[in-house]
């Protein structure tokens, strides 16, 4: 007689067994790759060969840098070759670099200089503005530059005539208090029209130094816009300032001091500025 078997039926209250979860596709990761930060992104792309083609592509890659350094991003223009992941590790290195070395705070201040600035037309003295040190501290403003403005302290003296053409020379001196150093930022002349309302600029390069790229000094000269008595042209304002020769933008204070300083407070300083 055989033994029937009988199957054991599952009580109805009994726990059921967990159907087993499996992990969505490494794809999925895609889909939402654009809005992962670069710090994860480029830890994904470390994950495998595969992650790394998906996680380093240039439609990832191309608006993060863009958003970040997009000075860098336009050098895609001279190298198409470069991706974009590559110039943002290039940036962000540039940037930590750039944050740990720090040029230390300049043995200048403000307040020990004073500025002197002799224009002359044709070789006669049309202005002298002197802006003690006190008084150009009180002119930074908030974008920290430097870049100074000097008025003329008595426009009555030094008018002169109308020139349709002439040569104007423009000096100018940064003085230590006590006369202990002087160095001539600028030294140069122009052919300009001395009317009323007219502006000159002037420029000059200035002596490189090996510890920073060229540095430009740029003087700009303001005539009244009306006639003195007799129909007499005189200066009004004058404005000073230091630029960076690459970028064309005035030096910050703390740069430009950085600057003077090797002249002013070197034991043998040289009181000549370049030539134009």
Not at 12 to 19: E, S, V, Y
Not at 139 to 151: H, I
Not at 221 to 237: H, I, L, P, T, W
């Amino acid at each position: 007689m055989k033994a029937r078997t009988r199957r054991k039926e599952s009580h109805p209250m009994a726990p059921q067994t967990a159907a087993r979860v499996h992990p969505p596709p490494w794809e999925v990761l895609v889909l939402v790759a654009h809005r992962l930060d670069p710090k994860t992104l480029a830890t994904a792309s470390c994950v495998c060969k595969t992650w790394a083609a998906s996680m380093s592509s240039d439609c990832l890659w191309e608006p993060i840098c863009s958003a970040h350094y997009p000075s860098l991003s336009g050098l895609r223009s001279a190298d198409p070759s470069v991706p974009f992941h590559r110039l943002f590790s290039i940036g962000r290195a540039a940037s930590k670099l750039r944050k740990r070395v720090r040029p230390p705070p300049p043995l200048l201040s403000l307040d020990s200089l004073d500025f002197i600035i002799d224009i002359r037309a044709q070789g006669l003295p049309i202005a002298t503005l002197v802006k003690p040190g006190d008084e150009l501290r009180l002119e930074v403003g908030p974008n920290n530059l430097f870049q100074f403005d000097l008025r003329n302290p008595k426009p009555e003296s030094h008018s002169v005539e109308e020139m349709p053409s002439c040569v104007v020379k423009v000096t100018w001196n940064a003085v230590t208090k006590g006369w202990g150093g002087v160095f001539t930022v600028m030294d140069c002349d122009a052919k300009v029209s001395f009317i009323p309302g007219s502006e000159w600029w002037f420029w000059e390069d200035l002596p490189l130094l090996p510890t920073r790229s060229g540095v430009v000094a740029d003087v700009k000269v303001v005539a009244s816009s009306r006639r003195e008595s007799g129909g007499k042209v005189r200066v009004e304002k004058v404005s000073v300032g230091m630029l960076s020769a690459l970028s064309w933008r005035y030096l910050s204070v703390d740069d430009g001091l950085r600057y003077l300083q090797h002249f002013l407070l070197d034991p043998n300083p040289t009181t000549a500025g370049g030539g134009a």
